[in-house]
């Protein structure tokens, strides 16, 4: 037993890993990432759809709103000017350009949900009672129910 040695003095000391590094990020971060760019443009672009469509609805609601009261016949035939741009944008000149009287207040209401908002509710002086002498017209309650029609809810 000449030389003995230690054998516990021949191992090598535990080497500890490095610190971890921030860079590159594990595979489960890069999905995260991928993911959360996905979603963010989609509704990018869900956003930027739905304000495109409701531009024609705010465009003829603020020019309603900037209607003036001058004599019954002037403002109706404003208002109607205004509507018949407005369904035209809509449903398309070759559906509405052509119609007037009836037909136009039949055409508004098959727009509605009621049916029968423009021949009996308030959109009736926009028919061929807006040409007589004296229209009874009620602005704010015609300016209420176009606003309330434009966002479908008439």
């Not at 054998?7 to 959360?36: E, F, K, R, Y």
Request: glycine fraction near 6%; proline fraction near 6%; charged fraction near 20%.
């Amino acid at each position: 037993m000449e030389n003995q040695t230690d054998p516990l003095s021949q191992l090598i000391d535990i080497q500890l890993p490095g610190a971890p590094s921030l860079w590159p990020p594990a595979p489960g971060w890069w999905i995260i990432v991928i993911l959360s760019l996905i979603c963010a443009f989609m509704l990018t672009r869900w956003m930027l759809k739905r304000r495109r469509k409701q531009l024609p609805v705010r465009e003829f609601i603020s020019r309603l709103n900037a209607v003036t009261m001058t004599t019954d016949t002037q403002t109706l035939e404003t208002v109607s000017q205004l509507l018949r741009q407005y369904a035209i944008h809509q449903y398309g000149r070759e559906k509405v350009a052509l119609l007037h009287g009836t037909a136009w207040l039949a055409f508004l209401d098959s727009s509605t949900i009621s049916q029968d908002g423009f021949s009996r509710g308030a959109g009736r002086v926009l028919g061929d009672n807006m040409y007589q002498p004296s229209p009874k017209l009620d602005l704010d309650e015609l300016k209420n129910f176009l606003i309330r029609w434009t966002r479908g809810k008439v």
